[in-house]
């Protein structure tokens, strides 16, 4: 089974703070995801990674930067906490291919700006 | 108009009731449709994938997919508590450079024993 873990399921941090969440898989996939989950607005993708070091927005990508040192590992970084920001982040992960296989998550981090 | 709506519920039904639930979407690109499961406090977790038109069943669960009319739903036979969760749809079309994964905001389902 695909394992993702993200280090802190939950977190408080204050405004203007830099937040480092981290996510790591054990299943070699070459593509990350990082998603916010909010009510009523389901999952948004941030950032996606397909291999280390590469790194693309997503939809909203705007106060947050993304970080690919090692294949297994991929960190969402809020530059400045802001209270927008409060929210459920997920990492997901899925091999690359030419035949589609669907994203695995982890079990989210939630995260309160003060 | 959102690329993927579905339903926010919350939907309660009692024990051993079948379940319906459905996602439209606007995109005719999408080739692969998804559902996943999350309990509260947990990431999604998935729970089938089918690429065509047509039905997959897995135990209780059945997914339909109609590209005619860009519709998707997944039925819960025999329903139990322990599926009291947010039920996610999510679609993929391929784009140059890979996949683009969309996720409905998810449905609040409630079994009561």
């Known amino acids: 089974d695909v394992k993702v873990t993200q280090s802190s399921r939950y977190l408080v941090k204050r405004t203007g703070e830099k937040v480092f969440l981290e996510c790591v898989q054990d299943?070699?996939?070459?593509?990350m995801f990082w998603y916010r989950q909010d009510p009523g607005l389901g999952l948004r993708l941030i950032y996606f990674?397909?291999?280390?070091?590469?790194?693309e927005k997503g939809d909203i990508p705007e106060g947050y930067s993304v970080s690919r040192e090692k294949k297994e590992r991929f960190s969402l970084i809020l530059e400045s906490a802001s209270t927008n920001q409060t929210s459920m982040y997920l990492c997901?992960?899925?091999?690359?291919?030419?035949?589609?296989?669907?994203?695995?998550f982890g079990d989210g981090t939630r995260l309160s700006i003060l | 108009q959102k690329e993927v709506e579905q339903d926010p519920g919350p939907l309660s039904v009692p024990e051993g009731a079948i379940v319906s639930l459905n996602c439209t979407y606007s995109?005719?690109?999408?080739?692969?449709f998804m559902w996943y499961r999350q309990y509260s406090r947990k990431g999604p977790e998935l729970l089938m994938y089918?690429?065509?038109?047509g039905n997959k069943e897995d135990g209780r669960f059945t997914a339909q997919v109609d590209k005619s009319s860009k519709y998707i739903s997944l039925f819960i036979r025999d329903s139990q508590p322990s599926d009291s969760a947010t039920y996610l749809c999510?679609?993929?079309?391929?784009?140059?450079?890979?996949?683009?994964?969309?996720f409905g905001a998810g449905t609040r389902l409630f079994v009561k024993a």
């Open positions: 997901a992960s899925r091999p690359r291919g030419k035949a589609f296989q669907p994203q695995h």
């Open positions: 299943m070699d996939h070459e593509n």
């Open positions: 990674s397909y291999d280390v070091k590469m790194k």
């Open positions: 995109n005719s690109a999408f080739q692969y």
């Open positions: 089918t690429y065509s038109s």
């Open positions: 999510a679609m993929s079309g391929s784009y140059t450079g890979g996949f683009k994964t969309i």
